[in-house]
């Protein structure tokens, strides 16, 4: 995080160099991160998008760095479109009860902590994993046992190797930096 501002130089220097082993979405990826955290957004999206015409990234937007081909890039998803709507109907018939259990674990000092991957800037962002890639946390599991049972019982969640369940808490006038997440 601390030295963007010292690597944009080195990443484009690479890029521009336009050699083979530089056409790497990683690189277009932290270049253009580098350069929105240190306010060139025009620059970034550039970047952007010079990677999504060289085939690096579904769209300027979409810049997760392992896709699944056969997925369909869309704003948002119907529980049909996502073939999942009995596990989705189990989420909102307990959705009092995921509340209930990701407040009470706000209310244990300690089990909510600090987002760690470096995408706030400036106040406060909380979070409780559950799962993170593919992993169980069984001691948090144990504040949630609705939440998780019902993760449990939908593998494509409870076994995703990119993914995460999580409560996450912002407070008020929290900045977080343009991000996507690692998969379509």
């Known amino acids: ?29 932290h270049l253009g991160d580098a350069l929105a955290r240190t306010g060139a957004k025009d620059q970034a999206m550039k970047i952007y998008v010079d990677g999504v015409e060289k085939g690096l ?8 760095l392992y896709n699944v081909d056969r997925l369909t890039a869309r704003p948002w998803w119907t529980h049909q479109q996502a073939q999942y709507h009995e596990f989705f109907r189990k989420l909102e018939e307990n959705w009092k009860q995921i509340k209930e259990e990701g407040l009470s674990a706000l209310k244990m000092k300690g089990l909510y902590q600090d987002e760690a991957e470096s995408l706030r800037d400036s ?36 076994t995703c190797k990119r993914g995460q369940t999580k409560f996450s808490v912002m407070s008020g006038g929290t900045h977080v930096w343009p991000h996507c997440g690692p998969t379509n």
């Open 57 to 64: 990234f579904r769209s300027k937007y979409q810049r997760s």
């Open 123 to 158: 106040g406060d962002w909380k979070q409780f994993e559950l799962y993170a890639r593919g992993v169980k946390y069984g001691a948090n599991c144990q504040q949630a046992p609705i939440t998780c049972s019902l993760i449990d019982s939908f593998p494509p969640a409870r």
């Open 1 to 29: 995080q601390g030295k963007m501002k010292e690597s944009i130089p080195h990443l484009l220097a690479g890029i521009s160099s336009d050699d083979l082993s530089t056409r790497d979405a990683r690189l277009y990826f």
